[in-house]
Antibody, heavy 118, light 112 residues
């Protein structure tokens, strides 16, 4: 069974940093691109970042470019999102998602909440 | 970025009746080289992550009931639930993947 389990969320002050992790199981992670998608409280979905199966190609939304870094360790079947210079508007539930093909998200984790507040 | 606009924002439908959600993109998501529409639909129930229903505008994901169908091309798309069941109460999102992925604002489907 495919499972994606996020961790690392929490409360952080504006300007602070946080690293999210997403542990994958039930499939060969290196065969799939992966992505992060976030959802502010009571709001819609916003794509954040994506990474190719090998990790050699990365992509970012303009809203996080230069502040967030996506990476993966296929030996550990784990996806990461390093978030720096956090802002109040980054407050959201962060989901990791498997990319079926193109940028179609076919499996999602339960999400981890990031709150940026003083 | 391609802007996705859904209508209506919410709708209430009687059990067993048809529910229709519309999605319009600010530019065409039909890729001429493969003649495919780069458009997906997701269902999100309260407290849960989104669930992929439809991709390539009309291809149903494995395990999705056949009462869910997608149609449309270019800039105008529709998700139809042919006979609404109680478990279909959710927010539905369209998403384009022609460019950097963007989602519609969501349509809340409720029981009348």
């Amino acid at each position: 069974e495919v499972q994606l389990v996020e961790s690392g969320g929490g409360l952080v002050q504006p300007g602070g940093s946080l690293r999210l992790s997403c542990a994958a199981s039930g499939f060969t992670a290196s065969n799939y691109a992966m992505s992060w998608v976030r959802q502010a409280p009571g709001k819609g979905l916003e794509w954040v970042s994506a990474i190719s199966g090998s990790g050699s190609h990365t992509f970012y939304a303009d809203s996080v470019k230069g502040r967030f870094t996506i990476s993966r360790d296929n030996s550990k079947n784990t996806l990461y999102l390093q978030m720096n210079s956090l802002r109040a508007e980054d407050t959201a539930v962060y989901f990791c998602a498997r990319v079926k093909q193109e940028k179609i998200f076919d499996r999602w984790g339960q999400g981890t909440l990031v709150t940026v507040s003083s | 970025d391609i802007v996705m606009t859904q209508s209506p924002d919410s709708l209430a439908v009687s059990l067993g009746e048809r529910a229709t959600v519309n999605c319009k993109s600010s530019q065409s998501v039909l890729y001429s080289s493969d003649n495919k529409n780069y458009l997906a639909w997701y269902q999100q129930k309260p407290g849960q992550p989104p669930n992929l229903l439809i991709y390539w505008a009309s291809t149903r994901e494995s395990g999705v009931p056949d009462r869910f169908s997608g149609s449309g091309s270019g800039t105008d798309f529709t998700l139809t639930i042919s006979s609404l069941r109680a478990e279909d109460v959710a927010v539905y999102y369209c998403q384009q993947y022609y460019g950097s992925p963007t989602f519609g604002q969501g349509t809340k489907v409720e029981i009348k």
